[in-house]
């Protein structure tokens, strides 16, 4: 018998209670806003119904349950798949599949599909309390959801597929029955402390590009090593993708990371090797401390790479929501999920499970398998004694079939803690692990047991391992290979916003001409792009500002053929820009499809050389293009969904290229123009590294990265208006698919190039205005001395000299009334 392990809870939300409140008591409630009546309308229109059970329910906010779709209560889930439920009026009630979705705040929804935006029906087990099986000969896997106490509530009757379905939803079901209460309505999200913007701060941040490795020694096997980098600063790590079978990968991939502690601090990169068929290995690693980049200038340079061991290497932090009940003589403790843990598995990836210790008392989270990014979503109570240690103590493994790996531990002294408040907080794995081989190999009592029970029994933790030869540990460091890396450290004195208003307005005088000036010279512009994307966001006129430098760079490209093909301020800032506010958009257009392509069978390959034994090559052409397809309908779709800021840019650039050249050549460069943007550096980015743009939790693995490489560069040919030539002739009979799809293609970059009918609210992320102003002032104080000498006649440049001084002796005064 397999025992469901999901996490159970019952959390009432302070902002639907509050929201219940306003619905009762005040005569402008949620329900009369705009957004409520548009979406009860559309409910009507599609001729569909919710249903809800129970008076609490009823009495529930219903736009938010209405609102809920399938794949948002993600977080909340505690089991989802498909059951068939008894449904219908009157003599006949149907048997219907449905998928449903039972959550950890005691509602059970049930949608058509998995991926419907809003639930058929909703079911509130407040006043629910049992799950009783069925005997039934027919349906043999049945069970009801109904209420001993009460005979006149409704009983819901329901039946799964097989048998594991089956006693998983019994056991989730009456665990959410029992599960305690953990009281959100006093939370206190632990994070660290921001200043306040209207006071002087300094800001601190490291730049790391790993650029790329040589030399890089051959894998186990005796074959090329496939490789990836792992970047960890204090609680921040951040991983490049794999690069497949070289000894020299070349990654380019660039991470921003906050600095708390610059005197302390170190910056370590580790080099992993990815085995194919068994655990991944540590090649080397380089470490940087901060505080030989106080000097603040870009550092580019080869490190050799020194010995580090894989089994002492511990990373990650864990979501832990945990309530002190000192009267009630309790501690509850949800584990919510763990993010960036030490890779410990088969290929980079980990079996993570956490053991949690107070004194004798011993509970488990499951085992959740082959991820970095592990949800558990499990509450546990412990009933407290007198003699009971003051601290909680979490130890985190990875499951092996004969012997546990050790990943951290987290201790928490719980005594501290306010009584009765719930603290929602990440907690960093540490290191050692101290005197916790007691723990190591304690039995645990099945009741608190949260693994499958099918699973093979827990094997016992590994034996200390000696210590490895003195000669291996003095390995020669050129046999490790050499790395480069591109760090720059940066302090930034952030005044009171108050201070920037002048800057603010200069930078946007003469149609931003100061700011194309600047790009023209500087030589950091990926970070001054992306700092004006941010800042004229945050002001609401971003698209004013890419607008004003993609139509100048237009204007100053006599060749349509080449333009945009240089790495230019306008680029490098449009590129950001679209990744900033456009994610939503790409999550919804592409998500879907990209985890289809993360979990297919089909075979894809389509180069002879690199097929497999028991490929089939048509068959393959055929999967390849199927999957293509999709992928451009489901762009070419998605016009609608595309954000207005997105499509105003697109058209004033379509249009400027219109009026620029003649029109013997714009008849492909006013579609190019556009689809370089969109395409080159939006869409196909997204498809090959999905992790990047936050489509996947994890990097693809070798396969996977092919096909999304496939489907890739035949979205960038048919953006381009190409076929595939002699350089690819492999990818030929790709070329019907372009063919067939390129008038779709020019109809989606005209429409997408259209100014929407009528404006709509669109949300901005969350960007601190302070920190962007100092940046660009920053650049402006570095770059102020070529400006003069390559505009030695322009005022704007003459007016900006005296604006920085004076910002200068405003900085100054500052400071001194700090130190007062």
Request: a negative charge.
């Amino acid at each position: 018998k397999k025992r469901a392990s999901m996490a159970f809870i019952k959390q009432n939300s302070l902002s639907s209670s509050l929201s219940k409140e306003r619905t009762s008591t005040d005569p402008a409630s949620p329900r009369d806003s705009d957004q409520d009546i548009q979406l009860k309308t559309e409910w009507k229109r599609k001729g569909d119904r919710v249903n809800f059970f129970t008076k609490e329910a009823a009495n529930a906010d219903f736009f938010d349950l209405l609102k809920a779709s399938a794949p948002s209560l993600k977080d909340r889930t505690v089991i989802d798949g498909y059951l068939t439920k008894q449904g219908g009026k009157g003599i006949k009630q149907n048997w219907r599949k449905r998928w449903f979705v039972l959550t950890y705040d005691k509602y059970l929804y049930y949608y058509k599909t998995p991926q419907d935006e809003i639930p058929t029906g909703v079911i509130c087990l407040d006043d629910y309390g049992a799950v009783s099986p069925v005997d039934d000969a027919k349906k043999k896997f049945r069970f009801n959801i109904h209420n001993n106490n009460k005979s006149t509530i409704r009983v819901f009757r329901l039946f799964a597929d097989a048998q594991k379905d089956y006693l998983q939803w019994m056991s989730a079901i009456e665990q959410v029955f029992r599960a305690p209460k953990l009281d959100s309505t006093r939370t206190k999200i632990v994070k660290r402390e921001e200043a306040d913007e209207d006071t002087i701060r300094v800001c601190a941040r490291l730049y790391v590009r790993v650029v790329e490795a040589r030399n890089l020694p051959k894998a186990m096997s005796g074959s090329s090593t496939s490789c990836y980098c792992i970047v960890d600063l204090a609680d921040q790590q951040v991983r490049t993708q794999t690069i497949w079978k070289t000894r020299e990968p070349m990654w380019c991939e660039e991470f921003y990371l906050d600095c708390h502690d610059p005197d302390t601090s170190v910056a370590k990169v580790t080099c992993w090797r990815m085995e194919k068929a068994g655990r991944g290995d540590v090649i080397g690693k380089v470490e940087v401390p901060i505080s030989s980049l106080k000097d603040q200038k870009q550092h580019e340079q080869w490190h050799s790479l020194s010995v580090a061991d894989a089994e002492q290497y511990i990373a990650g932090d864990i979501h832990l929501k945990v309530e002190y009940k000192p009267q009630d003589s309790l501690l509850l403790v949800q584990v919510v999920e763990a993010k960036n843990l030490a890779p410990k598995g088969i290929g980079g990836t980990s079996n993570p499970f956490i053991k949690l210790h107070l004194g004798k008392k011993k509970k488990k989270t499951k085992t959740v398998y082959k991820t970095l990014t592990p949800t558990f979503n499990d509450l546990y109570e412990f009933k407290l004694r007198a003699d009971d240690p003051k601290e909680l103590i979490l130890v985190l493994w990875h499951r092996e079939t004969m012997n546990n790996v050790f990943m951290g531990t987290i201790k928490i002294p719980y005594t501290e803690l306010e009584a009765d408040l719930l603290y929602d907080a990440w907690y960093m794995v540490a290191a050692n692990q101290d005197d916790n081989d007691s723990l190591d190999d304690e039995v645990f009592d099945d009741k608190d047991e949260a693994d499958d029970e099918d699973e093979e029994p827990e094997p016992q933790p590994e034996e200390v391992v000696p210590e490895k030869e003195k000669d291996k540990k003095e390995k020669d460091k050129k046999e490790l290979g050499d790395i480069r890396l591109v760090m720059k450290y940066t302090e930034e004195t952030v005044l009171p916003n108050v201070a920037y208003d002048e800057l603010w307005e200069f930078l946007q005088k003469d149609d931003m001409e100061i700011i194309q000036l600047l790009g023209k010279i500087t030589n950091e512009k990926e970070n001054v792009g992306r700092t004006l994307a941010r800042l004229f966001e945050f002001k609401g006129k971003a698209p004013e500002l890419l607008i004003s430098m993609t139509c100048r760079e237009v204007d100053e490209t006599e060749d349509p053929d080449v333009i945009f093909r240089a790495n230019s301020l306008a680029t490098k800032a449009f590129d950001y820009y679209m990744k900033l506010v456009g994610l939503p958009y790409l999550h919804n257009t592409l998500e879907d499809l990209v985890k289809e392509i993360y979990n297919t069978k089909k075979p894809c390959e389509v180069d002879p050389t690199r097929l497999e034994k028991t490929d089939d090559l048509p068959k393959n052409f055929a999967n390849l293009q199927s999957y293509v397809q999709d992928f451009c309908t489901a762009i070419f779709d998605s016009v609608e969904e595309c954000p207005h800021k997105m499509r105003r840019i697109c058209h004033a650039l379509q249009q400027k290229v219109i009026e620029r050249y003649p029109s013997e050549q714009i008849e492909v460069v006013k579609y190019t123009a556009v689809s370089g943007f969109l395409f080159l550096r939006f869409f196909c980015p997204a498809v090959l590294g999905p992790k990047l743009f936050d489509l996947m939790k994890e990097h693809p693995g070798m396969k996977t990265a092919r096909y999304l490489t496939l489907i890739a560069k035949t979205l960038q040919n048919l953006s381009n208006l190409c076929e595939f030539g002699y350089k690819e002739p492999y990818m030929a009979d790709m070329n019907k698919l372009i063919i067939d799809n390129m008038e779709k293609m020019k109809n989606f970059i005209d429409t997408v190039s259209t100014l929407p009918d009528a404006p709509r609210r669109e949300d901005s992320p969350e960007i601190q205005y302070g920190i962007e102003m100092a940046t660009i002032h920053r650049h402006l104080l570095n770059n102020i001395r070529e400006l003069r000498e390559n505009n030695p006649k322009s005022q704007l440049v003459r007016e900006l000299t005296k604006m920085l001084q004076r910002l200068a002796i405003t900085k100054e005064n500052y400071i001194m009334d700090l130190h007062r």
